[in-house]
């Protein structure tokens, strides 16, 4: 590498006609081009320039030698842009960790829009509850909810995801609707894993209420069919139950108050990504935000 750096400053002094235009094209001291093109010439044993006070002039052995030395960096250069385009050119199989529910209920209409734009990619989706490990297995990307436990891998926000209140007409019609939230201490409430505490910010004032539940989840569609089935109100974003709003399934309560937001992450292990990875978080984040 530092001959190939040598031969293109010695194609620079030559194409410049002396050492201080090649200085002030290539930002490198003057000085430092007369050392390194005298390293150059003691490397291989020939003289290559002629050198005066006003200008250069290549010797018989130095234009041979320059129109080789052009040839191989007019050669690279190329190389290296051919190569940047190709790695800035999305494709290839993009490996990503999935939420289930939140992929299979509210990215799939993403995925599949960016799978549109970018044809040149392939996807390879694992989709299982597991916290896949970055580090050893050949994951591009895992998107996770929530704050990122493991703090050695690089967390790029994507957006939040605020939850609401939300119940079945006729489950409202069984157990009254509450007038507050804490209310909720009286009513089945439907959470991932056993709901405990669920906390709310509305009317000036934050407050936590204890919730109970008969259902220990870890599955949000799970949560979110049995709400449908009458079961009990669950606290979800809207984006996961738009379309059970929308059919009348499910109807909003509490309106004038939200849950804590929920914050969404890509996780990778390095900030060097290929560009399927970085185009495919850049996605995410301009449609989550």
């Avoid at 209409?109 to 960016?114: G, K, T, Y």
């Avoid at 309106?255 to 850049?282: H, S």
Wanted: hydrophobic letters at 45%.
């Amino acid at each position: 590498m530092e001959l190939l750096n040598d031969m293109v400053l010695f194609v620079e002094v030559v194409k410049a006609k002396g050492f201080r235009r090649a200085a002030e094209a290539t930002g490198v001291p003057n000085s430092t081009l007369s050392r390194r093109i005298a390293a150059l010439e003691k490397s291989i044993g020939l003289r290559l320039l002629h050198r005066t006070t006003r200008r250069i002039e290549l010797t018989e052995a130095g234009l041979l030698y320059y129109e080789r030395c052009r040839r191989i960096v007019d050669e690279a250069r190329l190389a290296h842009e051919q190569l940047g385009e190709m790695l800035a050119q999305p494709s290839g199989v993009l490996r990503a960790s999935l939420p289930v529910d939140f992929a299979v209920i509210y990215l799939a209409p993403m995925i599949a829009e960016f799978a549109r734009l970018h044809p040149g990619i392939d996807f390879d989706l694992d989709l299982t509850p597991r916290r896949v490990d970055l580090v050893s297995e050949p994951f591009d990307v895992a998107v996770r909810m929530g704050v990122p436990e493991n703090s050695q891998l690089i967390a790029r926000p994507l957006g939040a995801l605020t939850p609401h209140l939300y119940a079945s007409p006729a489950y409202l019609a069984r157990a009254g609707e509450p007038s507050a939230p804490e209310a909720l201490a009286r009513h089945q409430c439907l959470g991932v894993l056993k709901p405990g505490v669920w906390r709310f910010h509305g009317e000036g004032r934050q407050l936590e209420v204890a919730v109970d539940s008969r259902f220990a989840l870890n599955s949000i569609g799970l949560a979110k069919r049995l709400a449908t089935l009458d079961m009990g109100i669950v606290l979800m974003p809207e984006e996961i139950v738009a379309d059970e709003v929308a059919n009348g399934a499910l109807r909003r309560i509490l309106p004038g108050w939200r849950g804590t937001p929920v914050p969404v992450y890509a996780l990778t292990e390095t900030r060097l990504l290929p560009a399927k990875t970085q185009r495919f978080i850049e996605f995410l984040q301009q449609r989550l935000r």
